[in-house]
């Protein structure tokens, strides 16, 4: 900001050196000057004295009048009511002040007789006010709204540039053989913009500058003198401001050496060294190059791609170790199907510890009849791995025969495979877990990847569009510091603007999303992270590409108990999608409510977070398998619309069937999956379709084709949607609604849930 405010007093400082440029005596610029400046939000009062006061300083009292009258009738009609109402071109602006000097002037050419030159001179003054205005706009925006560090577009180059030279032009003479103030100042610029903006800008100036100086009387030679001077030390900038300096005044030395018609006076030689003085003893705020801007924009979005790289490495390298993990745990859950062998040779020692070990027959059976001991006892154990346990009548009859503790050999059998059982039980319910974590893993992996993807994939468009969005905003006393548009996943378009309003002015992101939606021909909204009121204060704000349709809404309901075990959401998603989703827990009352909230509660977080759907359903369907207490069964009934291209995707879990309701016909959406959270793995149907305008889905918990006495429910529900003529989506839900109660005795057999969801173009 204080940047800004420096620049400003730099403004009116210019108008008045520029105000005092009169030819053939006229003095159009200074109205141009006044006209790019007031535009740009400079203040108007003090603008106006300093305009006015270059004009008399170099104007007889005469003809300042004139001048005086064309500012004062363009400030009136600037600031009229009727043109603050209206949203008009730029350019047209512009015309105002130089239509109303062309007035005054053709009254002042009447006033002598409708003089034919004064005519001329007239028409020529307004064109040129016009002209210079449009051009003086350039270089007063770039003083005025660009931060520093900010490198100059080619038409900002070309206006300072003029700019210059009309101030060379317009500085008062200095008759002195010693002191030369223009000289100073021509040597100053030149050296200054070829040390901050490269050998483009120094060139130019170069150029520009000695043309100014032809127009006051010297040689013609100067101006090719000037270019050299401006191209040849911007070879050296990026050695420093001292080697800069010693090429300019060798490179001046050399020309004059070279070329004796282009010898430099003493009097020069005086103001190159003023200018060289002032060029090394200026601090470095003022005299430092524009590429090598350590804040600069372009080093901003060298620091900011290479950060992304980081981030995107780094995301990968998060995204690969979940996936590692997930395989660790996979390969658990498939080493647990190799350990009962272990179990079964596990209760064979623990038998033998507990009962042969200390039998007076131990070694009868276990040396003298090892293997027909080991046959029968592998007999025993393939009967009890079968059935579980065993009975007396399944012991080997070697054991029969042989063995005196045999009732105790049936005991310590069942005893063991019990505990085996117990074990294996849990050992099965870890393995179950670990394989849903890992999977839970997995999905967490791709979910990152996918994420990763939609961030840092986003690419830059519309490049030149940004200073159409930066002057329609500026135009509305919004002062844009930096701008980007980008392009992210699905070509949605998003703006984004660090942007702050002068004081006395209070604007919405509404009135900018409209503003920006007239200067790149699209319709532009706010996003929903912006703020909505612009602050004094630079901030950011963002706006995306307005959606092409828009959805409405209407649900009917009706409960078995007090509190209904179905439960629905509708989101809006940030990338342009609205999700309806329809979740019937199992059963009626407090418990299945509970179920089908967690749902819809889980399925929210997920999809706002940016998860796909897919990743969602397993995410969720793996919380639910997971629950320590007994498991809870939902269905879950999902449209996704994409509202750019009216594309819905339809997801179903164990839910009843959805309709789409077009003019003359209704399509059925079916699926035989069960409930979500059932299997570790879960099942589900997926279609995508096409809606066109005037559609309407009708999503319904099963509740309502329970209460239908037909054999086809579905086609019953075909026919009674398309008896239904009407296209508003709260009527077409409450009438599905009673018709189903109608069919029950006003009784309902299930919770009750009707959703519909109408599409239309915006």
């Given at each position: 900001?204080?940047?800004?405010?420096?620049?400003?007093?730099?403004?009116?400082?210019?108008?008045?050196?520029?105000?005092?440029?009169?030819?053939?005596?006229?003095?159009?610029?200074?109205?141009?000057?006044?006209?790019?400046?007031?535009?740009?939000?400079?203040?108007?009062?003090?603008?106006?004295?300093?305009?006015?006061?270059?004009?008399?300083?170099?104007?007889?009292?005469?003809?300042?009048?004139?001048?005086?009258?064309?500012?004062?009738?363009?400030?009136?009609?600037?600031?009229?009511?009727?043109?603050?109402?209206?949203?008009?071109?730029?350019?047209?602006?512009?015309?105002?002040?130089?239509?109303?000097?062309?007035?005054?002037?053709?009254?002042?050419?009447?006033?002598?007789?409708?003089?034919?030159?004064?005519?001329?001179?007239?028409?020529?003054?307004?064109?040129?006010?016009?002209?210079?205005?449009?051009?003086?706009?350039?270089?007063?925006?770039?003083?005025?709204?660009?931060?520093?560090?900010?490198?100059?577009?080619?038409?900002?180059?070309?206006?300072?540039?003029?700019?210059?030279?009309?101030?060379?032009?317009?500085?008062?003479?200095?008759?002195?053989?010693?002191?030369?103030?223009?000289?100073?100042?021509?040597?100053?610029?030149?050296?200054?913009?070829?040390?901050?903006?490269?050998?483009?800008?120094?060139?130019?100036?170069?150029?520009?500058?000695?043309?100014?100086?032809?127009?006051?009387?010297?040689?013609?030679?100067?101006?090719?003198?000037?270019?050299?001077?401006?191209?040849?030390?911007?070879?050296?900038?990026?050695?420093?401001?001292?080697?800069?300096?010693?090429?300019?005044?060798?490179?001046?030395?050399?020309?004059?050496?070279?070329?004796?018609?282009?010898?430099?006076?003493?009097?020069?030689?005086?103001?190159?060294?003023?200018?060289?003085?002032?060029?090394?003893?200026?601090?470095?705020?003022?005299?430092?190059?524009?590429?090598?801007?350590?804040?600069?924009?372009?080093?901003?979005?060298?620091?900011?791609?290479?950060?992304?790289?980081?981030?995107?490495?780094?995301?990968?390298?998060?995204?690969?170790?979940?996936?590692?993990?997930?395989?660790?745990?996979?390969?658990?859950?498939?080493?647990?199907?190799?350990?009962?062998?272990?179990?079964?040779?596990?209760?064979?020692?623990?038998?033998?510890?507990?009962?042969?070990?200390?039998?007076?027959?131990?070694?009868?059976?276990?040396?003298?009849?090892?293997?027909?001991?080991?046959?029968?006892?592998?007999?025993?154990?393939?009967?009890?791995?079968?059935?579980?346990?065993?009975?007396?009548?399944?012991?080997?009859?070697?054991?029969?025969?042989?063995?005196?503790?045999?009732?105790?050999?049936?005991?310590?059998?069942?005893?063991?495979?019990?505990?085996?059982?117990?074990?294996n039980l849990w050992a099965n319910r870890l393995a179950e877990s670990r394989e849903v974590i890992a999977g839970q893993l997995k999905e967490v992996s791709n979910a990152i990847?996918?994420?990763?993807?939609?961030?840092?994939?986003?690419?830059?468009?519309?490049?030149?569009?940004?200073?159409?969005?930066?002057?329609?905003?500026?135009?509305?006393?919004?002062?844009?510091?930096?701008?980007?548009?980008?392009?992210?996943?699905?070509?949605?378009?998003?703006?984004?603007?660090?942007?702050?309003?002068?004081?006395?002015?209070?604007?919405?992101?509404?009135?900018?999303?409209?503003?920006?939606?007239?200067?790149?021909?699209?319709?532009?909204?706010?996003?929903?992270?912006?703020?909505?009121?612009?602050?004094?204060?630079?901030?950011?704000?963002?706006?995306?590409?307005?959606?092409?349709?828009?959805?409405?809404?209407?649900?009917?309901?009706?409960?078995?108990?007090?509190?209904?075990?179905?439960?629905?959401?509708?989101?809006?998603?940030?990338?342009?999608?609205?999700?309806?989703?329809?979740?019937?827990?199992?059963?009626?009352?407090?418990?299945?409510?509970?179920?089908?909230?967690?749902?819809?509660?889980?399925?929210?977080?997920?999809?706002?977070?940016?998860?796909?759907?897919?990743?969602?359903?397993?995410?969720?369907?793996?919380?639910?398998?997971?629950?320590?207490?007994?498991?809870?069964?939902?269905?879950?009934?999902?449209?996704?619309?994409?509202?750019?291209?009216?594309?819905?995707?339809?997801?179903?879990?164990?839910?009843?069937?959805?309709?789409?309701?077009?003019?003359?016909?209704?399509?059925?959406?079916?699926?035989?999956?069960?409930?979500?959270?059932?299997?570790?793995?879960?099942?589900?149907?997926?279609?995508?379709?096409?809606?066109?305008?005037?559609?309407?889905?009708?999503?319904?918990?099963?509740?309502?084709?329970?209460?239908?006495?037909?054999?086809?429910?579905?086609?019953?529900?075909?026919?009674?949607?398309?008896?239904?003529?009407?296209?508003?989506?709260?009527?077409?839900?409450?009438?599905?609604?009673?018709?189903?109660?109608?069919?029950?005795?006003?009784?309902?057999?299930?919770?009750?849930?009707?959703?519909?969801?109408?599409?239309?173009?915006?």
């Amino acid at each position: 900001m204080k940047n800004i405010r420096k620049n400003a007093i730099l403004i009116y400082v210019i108008g008045f050196v520029i105000a005092r440029a009169t030819f053939l005596g006229i003095n159009p610029l200074a109205i141009g000057y006044f006209t790019a400046a007031y535009l740009d939000k400079a203040r108007p009062g003090l603008l106006f004295i300093t305009i006015l006061a270059g004009i008399g300083s170099a104007m007889a009292p005469t003809m300042v009048l004139k001048y005086l009258l064309s500012m004062i009738s363009s400030v009136v009609l600037l600031e009229s009511p009727y043109l603050k109402k209206r949203e008009l071109p730029l350019q047209l602006y512009f015309y105002i002040p130089a239509i109303t000097l062309g007035i005054f002037a053709m009254m002042e050419a009447g006033a002598y007789g409708w003089d034919p030159k004064m005519i001329f001179m007239a028409i020529l003054e307004a064109i040129i006010a016009y002209v210079s205005g449009m051009i003086f706009s350039l270089g007063t925006g770039f003083f005025l709204k660009q931060p520093k560090g900010m490198k100059m577009t080619n038409e900002e180059m070309i206006s300072l540039s003029l700019m210059v030279a009309v101030l060379i032009y317009a500085l008062p003479e200095v008759s002195s053989p010693y002191i030369a103030p223009i000289e100073t100042v021509v040597y100053f610029v030149i050296l200054l913009f070829t040390y901050k903006y490269g050998v483009g800008q120094g060139a130019v100036t170069g150029a520009v500058s000695g043309f100014a100086l032809s127009l006051r009387g010297a040689p013609i030679h100067i101006i090719s003198m000037l270019t050299m001077m401006g191209i040849v030390p911007a070879l050296f900038r990026s050695i420093g401001r001292i080697p800069t300096a010693a090429v300019f005044s060798l490179t001046s030395a050399i020309i004059s050496l070279l070329y004796g018609e282009i010898a430099v006076s003493s009097r020069e030689i005086a103001a190159l060294s003023s200018a060289l003085l002032l060029f090394l003893l200026l601090p470095k705020t003022i005299i430092y190059r524009v590429d090598n801007d350590k804040n600069g924009i372009g080093q901003s979005l060298m620091s900011l791609d290479n950060l992304k790289k980081l981030a995107n490495n780094r995301m990968k390298t998060f995204s690969e170790s979940f996936l590692k993990l997930s395989k660790t745990l996979e390969s658990i859950a498939e080493g647990q199907e190799k350990n009962i062998q272990k179990e079964i040779d596990a209760i064979f020692e623990d038998i033998s510890e507990r009962l042969c070990k200390n039998c007076k027959n131990c070694s009868f059976c276990w040396e003298n009849n090892f293997q027909e001991a080991y046959n029968a006892a592998c007999n025993m154990f393939d009967v009890a791995q079968k059935k579980g346990y065993i009975e007396e009548k399944d012991i080997p009859q070697y054991f029969l025969d042989y063995c005196i503790c045999a009732h105790e050999l049936v005991l310590e059998t069942n005893r063991g495979f019990e505990i085996a059982k117990i074990n294996n039980l849990w050992a099965n319910r870890l393995a179950e877990s670990r394989e849903v974590i890992a999977g839970q893993l997995k999905e967490v992996s791709n979910a990152i990847n996918t994420l990763t993807g939609d961030i840092y994939k986003a690419a830059r468009v519309m490049e030149n569009d940004e200073s159409k969005v930066i002057k329609k905003l500026g135009a509305h006393n919004i002062d844009v510091k930096n701008i980007i548009i980008l392009e992210r996943g699905g070509r949605r378009k998003e703006l984004i603007i660090n942007a702050a309003v002068g004081r006395n002015h209070f604007i919405t992101t509404k009135e900018a999303a409209a503003w920006i939606s007239e200067a790149l021909g699209m319709k532009f909204a706010v996003s929903e992270i912006s703020k909505s009121v612009f602050s004094k204060e630079y901030e950011e704000y963002c706006f995306v590409e307005d959606t092409k349709f828009k959805v409405l809404t209407g649900v009917a309901r009706a409960m078995k108990e007090n509190i209904s075990g179905d439960n629905f959401s509708i989101i809006n998603l940030d990338n342009g999608e609205m999700v309806i989703a329809l979740s019937d827990g199992m059963g009626t009352g407090k418990e299945a409510c509970e179920e089908s909230e967690t749902v819809l509660s889980l399925l929210e977080q997920f999809l706002e977070a940016g998860f796909k759907i897919e990743t969602a359903i397993r995410m969720i369907n793996s919380n639910l398998v997971l629950k320590p207490e007994k498991q809870a069964f939902s269905t879950i009934d999902m449209g996704t619309i994409n509202l750019y291209t009216a594309m819905c995707e339809f997801v179903k879990i164990g839910a009843a069937s959805t309709f789409i309701k077009r003019n003359n016909w209704v399509e059925t959406i079916s699926s035989t999956t069960l409930p979500i959270g059932m299997l570790k793995v879960v099942d589900y149907d997926s279609v995508t379709k096409k809606l066109y305008e005037g559609d309407i889905i009708i999503m319904v918990s099963d509740g309502v084709l329970d209460c239908l006495n037909e054999d086809n429910k579905e086609a019953y529900m075909e026919k009674l949607i398309m008896n239904i003529q009407s296209n508003n989506p709260q009527e077409i839900a409450n009438r599905i609604l009673d018709h189903a109660l109608s069919q029950s005795n006003y009784i309902p057999m299930d919770d009750i849930t009707v959703i519909t969801a109408g599409i239309w173009l915006k």
